[in-house]
């Protein structure tokens, strides 16, 4: 076990503004049709370049990984949707789509045949873990190697901060529902999320937990996510099956972790271990959206671990 903790103060305090990093790899911005969803999504990289399919969590989008793309995208080819129900991607009404965990993978799964990837190295965070899981599991032969930042697979990594949604999830009543509606989806909530854990909370972005909590703001959307947290329940469900996937395919994985996460605590990341006896574990002095405050100690773990897992560019 390997505890990560920040650099130097300076470097903190005067990072290089996003996107100007001296021949640093250009993001751009994309939509596709999948699924009958219009998904949004960013990418960098070469086209030919191994691919690495970023799943982002609640209650965020793909611009969570806006400092990790381009720190990726000259070694890898690097893509990064939003999920249905969060940051850009549009979901038309007539499509009537059930926001169940099932179909967010079934959507992602769509997305990637119609990029034409095959295969793919997969980061997965909060709900893009129970995500690229199911990914993972029905095309095992696919996926490369997996980063796992906060995104659980075992029943010892659920933390205290479950307890009222466990309570839904044991009485789906529209008190517990509204309870939820109040605490979790608010303003105050959100940011909770992003700081909570955080050496310094000031240290975190802002725009990070405001943009969130606009899109959360959009008509209808509380409901989405209302709806996703009563079915995560189908996650925990569904523990044996992703631990029966570690132990049958054996995929490379690097489980690195903000150790201060309320939500997946750190027993989770260990656990990985009882599956997968090779897993690199690492954890970050730092809360659940690890990536706010470390990007730079991720990026950097990535590359070393993608690389020593045969996840690299080939000679021409």
Known sequence: MIDATSRTATKRATPIPYGSRVNEP?????????DGVNVFYRAAGEANGPVVLLLHGFPSSSFMFRELIP??????????????G??????????????????LAVTIEAFTRALKIDRY?????DYGAPTGFRLAMEHPERVTAIVSQNG????????????????YWAEPTAENRDILRKSVLTAGGTRWQYTYGVRDPESVPPESY??????????????????????????????????EYFRKSKPP??????????FFIPAGAEAFRK?????????????????????????????????????RRTSA
């Open 152 to 167: 659980n697979a075992y029943e010892e990594g659920l933390g205290e901060a479950w307890a009222p949604i466990r309570k």
């Open 253 to 262: 994985l690097l489980a690195i972790w903000g150790k201060n996460d309320p």
């Open 210 to 243: 405001t943009l969130d909590t606009a899109l959360l703001e959009r008509p209808g959307n509380k409901e989405i996510q209302l709806d996703l947290f009563l079915d995560y329940a189908s996650n925990v469900k569904l523990y044996p099956k992703f631990q």
């Open 275 to 311: 599956d997968l006896p090779n897993a690199q574990v690492q954890f970050l002095e730092t809360g659940h959206f690890a990536i706010e405050t470390h990007v730079v100690e991720i990026a950097a773990a990535m590359k070393e671990f993608l690389n020593a897992s045969g996840v």
């Open 26 to 34: 250009r993001t751009s911005i994309h939509r596709v049709k999948a």
């Open 86 to 103: 969060f940051g850009f991607t549009e979901v038309p009404l007539e499509r009537k789509y059930v926001n169940t965990f099932d179909q």
């Open 71 to 84: 720190r990726l995208a000259d070694h890898y080819r690097v893509i990064a949707p939003d999920l249905p």
């Open 121 to 125: 190295a997969i980061y997965v965070f």
